[in-house]
């Protein structure tokens, strides 16, 4: 069974910063890629950034220059720094994590964190 649970969300003030942190445990045998969602009320999911086993990253272009996305592979663990955040940036953010297990690849998802960032 594997697990995915992200950390660090919360409150901040436009301009701000926050630390997100997901962490993949369980019967792993590798981590292909993993990622960072965020849905805002009424819209739907979207990628936010994503990061492959050899680091290669994406970024959507609304987070471009502000948030950077990187990888602790030995510990299965993506985190995503958030800078300079915008009201628009305000969502539930969710990890995925593209992982391969003994009966093939597989998509997972965390139970998502709150990011709300108001004055």
């Known amino acids: 069974q594997v697990h995915v649970v992200e950390s660090g969300g919360g409150w901040v003030q436009p301009g701000g910063s926050l630390r997100l942190s997901c962490a993949a445990s369980?019967?792993?045998?590798?981590?292909?890629?993993m990622g960072w969602y965020r849905q805002a009320p009424g819209k739907q999911r979207e990628l936010v950034a994503d990061?492959?086993?050899?680091?290669?990253?994406n970024y959507d272009d609304s987070v471009k220059g502000r948030f950077t996305i990187s990888r602790a592979n030995a510990k299965n663990t993506v985190y995503l720094q958030m800078n300079s955040l915008k009201l628009e940036d305000t969502a539930v953010y969710y990890c995925?994590?593209?992982?391969?297990?003994?009966?093939?690849?597989?998509?997972?998802w965390g139970q998502g964190t709150q990011v709300t960032v108001s004055s």
């Open positions: 990061i492959t086993d050899i680091d290669n990253t």
């Open positions: 369980g019967s792993i045998f590798s981590i292909y890629a």
């Open positions: 995925n994590a593209l992982i391969k297990l003994s009966a093939g690849e597989y998509n997972f």
